[in-house]
């Protein structure tokens, strides 16, 4: 009897929570609603907004919020201030945080499930815009999902300020459907959220960062750069940002170069992008650490040489303002300077726009400036004594021409055809209509040709480190070529540097020195503890997840890029003992005690949890163990051919994605010519697209070097195959 009443009970239809009025919502969320401020030396530097998911002190906010290397500062509506001790979560895919204050009995807001929401649904939302502490406004969903960088969201009729980011979004139940993010491009009456099943997500997997450790993030290194005169100068990926007005006259601020400049004639350049035009930002040299240096920098469009001589306006010489058609507004621009004893030569974009005869100031330093409130960042800041481009190899610059013909014998006609064209407009709008495609298609080509002569150069350097003994390859650089192979803006050198801080924060640690055991305890800790390094959330198959530089900027990535990191990291130390293990499905990273000692294994991807080869066969096989070589460590160049694969990975099971997929394919055979399934990938590629004499060559290389005694069948196929394509 007792069994029927609860299944009765249990189909008796759910009572639906009461919706609530805005002000009910209002009065009920306040207390765990939050200013998220970041604390700058002058007081406030930026305002968000966040909300409480756990009684012991966890706020969510955005991850643009919370910026880098800054302190933070939460407020309740109550007027209570707490300081930020750790940033227990972050994810840049998502714009997501989640931060920790030191106080208990918080009042967290219910989480719903934003699979459920509706377009039209009723929706509330609190936060700080412009300033406007904890201010409520209510809405309707207007689209979800929405899809917007290919990220999922929801769109609001609902107007998103700087200051909402970070708050909550609610239903009519007082329930948090998702985190306000941005405002719409396009009008002032829509905004955007996060769904909150993602912060869901971070919330089980947590990458918590002490704020002792957090405030060293982005930080410039002191051994190289020098900040002056106050603003806010920090790194990310290889690019210098500066930030808030400099304590100087017209909110000027400094960061030099701290190696030598060389003395006499010397260069100094840099590509510099503002993020407004109205703004004042670049190159700076002859500094004697205080008020007195050169300037050379573009502003309001043109370009401007000063000489600062004192800490005001009355002290400074503008010697030339120049406009040039070579400046380039709202995008990179490459500055660079001369300075020879008695005169100072100056150019963007390889041309020179001035030349002065001045020599008030010499020697001293070289680095960076910036004025106003210009928001500016920088990246490949170079010294030295010449940095001119070097002039383009023959061949190379007779093979570009020859792609480039097609657009100067055009441009020389141009004024003729025009005058034909006007007497026929409408058969001349055909005509256009078809060069402008001509040319469209033509543009496309050099742009292939540019993207092809990058990679070329890229193989080159990959397969020239791989080609070292194992001992001498830098496994870290090559990871990078592997990352610049696909985009040219990575700074290797950059990375390079940031990778060298982390052996430099670890090298004297007496934990490192004892040996191995100790040293890896201290690596997990050191890198899932304090450095918030974790492996993918979302989207593992994403090739960011791949790239080493994307994991030192976002610490997310794959076991194989983590363990990488590990591994490098531990051999710079000169730990011994560590080494990847190619696990199938699961790189890892193994270490013994001793010689002979237990082989464990760290997990990478699950924040360093230390398993044995016997739990992780059972994780990982059918049968609960792995073949001899599985647990044999793996060479470095291995390691980059599986990471390669990887890449190819993405590409091979999206059978439209041929044209990306074909420069992975010619990478890998680049460094592993043996590859036949590649060759064979590769050809039949190939085929599709009409190269039917490379598919040959392919095809052919495979019947030359068929083993042997390999089966009948296979050799027969390939000779038709290579039949049909001759």
Not at 58 to 67: C, F, K
Not at 597 to 615: A, H, P, W
Request: charged share 25%; proline share 5%; glycine share 8%.
């Amino acid at each position: 009897m007792r069994t029927l009443l609860c299944l009765f009970l249990l189909a008796l239809p759910v009572a639906a929570a009461p919706t609530k009025s805005v002000e009910e919502i209002a009065a009920e969320i306040k207390p765990s609603v939050v200013k998220v401020m970041q604390v700058g030396r002058d007081g406030m530097d930026g305002l968000g907004a966040g909300f409480v998911v756990s009684e012991d002190g966890l706020i969510a906010t955005n991850m643009h919020v919370i910026g880098e290397a800054r302190r933070l500062e939460v407020e309740m509506a109550n007027g209570d201030k707490h300081e930020v001790v750790e940033v227990t979560a972050t994810d840049a895919h998502w714009d997501l945080a989640l931060l920790r204050v030191a106080k208990k009995g918080l009042k967290p807001l219910p989480l719903a499930d934003s699979e459920t929401i509706r377009q039209g649904q009723p929706i509330v939302a609190m936060g700080n815009p412009a300033g406007l502490a904890f201010s409520v406004v209510d809405g309707v969903v207007s689209e979800y999902p929405d899809v917007v960088n290919d990220i999922t969201m929801i769109r609001l009729a609902v107007p998103i300020e700087k200051g909402n980011s970070g708050g909550p979004l609610l239903d009519r139940q007082g329930q948090v459907l998702g985190i306000l993010t941005l405002k719409s491009a396009r009008t002032e009456n829509l905004g955007f959220a996060m769904p909150v099943n993602e912060l869901k997500r971070l919330i089980e997997k947590p990458n918590p960062v002490p704020m002792s450790r957090w405030l060293t993030i982005g930080v410039l290194n002191p051994k190289l750069w020098k900040p002056l005169l106050g603003a806010r100068w920090t790194q990310h990926a290889g690019i210098i940002k500066a930030a808030t007005p400099g304590a100087g006259f017209g909110g000027r601020s400094l960061c030099l170069w701290s190696p030598e400049t060389p003395a006499e004639t010397f260069e100094v350049a840099v590509n510099v992008k503002m993020e407004e035009e109205s703004g004042a930002a670049g190159l700076v040299f002859c500094s004697d650490g205080g008020d007195a240096h050169y300037g050379f920098y573009p502003s309001a469009g043109k370009l401007r040489l000063t000489r600062f001589e004192g800490a005001d306006v009355y002290s400074w010489t503008i010697l030339a303002d120049v406009a040039t058609e070579a400046y380039r507004p709202n995008d990179w621009n490459h500055l660079r300077v001369r300075v020879d004893p008695e005169q100072i030569t100056c150019w963007v974009n390889g041309q020179r726009v001035l030349v002065q005869d001045d020599d008030g100031l010499r020697g001293g330093k070289a680095g960076l400036c910036k004025f106003r409130n210009t928001v500016a960042e920088f990246r490949g800041f170079r010294v030295g004594t010449d940095l001119a481009e070097k002039p383009v190899p023959k061949a190379l610059a007779a093979s570009i021409q020859s792609a480039m013909d097609a657009f100067t014998q055009k441009g020389a006609a141009k004024k003729d055809t025009l005058k034909q064209l006007v007497e026929k407009p409408a058969a001349s709008r055909r005509l256009l209509v078809e060069k402008r495609r001509q040319l469209e298609q033509e543009a496309t080509a050099l742009r292939e040709l540019e993207q092809d002569l990058h990679r070329h150069a890229v193989t080159q350097e990959l397969a020239a480190e791989l080609a070292k003994p194992e001992d001498k390859i830098d496994l870290i650089r090559a990871t990078l070529l592997l990352a610049r192979h696909d985009n040219p803006e990575v700074e290797i050198g950059q990375y390079l540097q940031s990778f060298a801080r982390m052996v430099d924060d670890l090298k004297k640690d007496p934990e490192i020195i004892k040996g191995t055991l100790p040293a890896v305890k201290r690596l997990n800790r050191y890198l899932f503890e304090e450095g918030g390094f974790h492996g993918s959330r979302h989207d593992y198959s994403s090739k960011s997840n791949s790239y080493m530089n994307e994991l030192l900027d976002d610490r997310e990535g794959l076991p194989i890029t983590l363990s990488v990191l590990y591994i490098e990291l531990a051999s710079r130390l000169g730990v011994k003992g560590v080494h990847g293990i190619p696990l199938p499905g699961k790189f890892m990273v193994g270490y013994r005690e001793g010689p002979e000692g237990e082989l464990m294994l760290v997990d990478v991807f699950e924040r360093g949890k230390t398993v044995s080869v016997m739990q992780a066969a059972m994780e990982l096989t059918e049968r609960g163990e792995f073949a001899e070589e599985s647990l044999e460590p793996s060479s470095k160049r291995s390691i980059i051919l599986r990471m390669l694969n990887n890449l190819l990975s993405t590409t091979l099971d999206d059978a439209t994605a041929i044209k990306d997929t074909m420069p992975y394919l010619d990478l890998s055979i680049a460094l592993d010519p043996d590859a036949a399934v590649q060759r064979i990938n590769r050809a039949r590629m190939k085929e599709r697209l009409g190269q039917r004499q490379e598919a040959a060559e392919d095809v052919r290389w495979l019947t030359e070097h068929f083993p042997e005694d390999g089966p009948g069948e296979i050799r027969s196929q390939l000779m038709q195959w290579l039949e049909s394509l001759e």
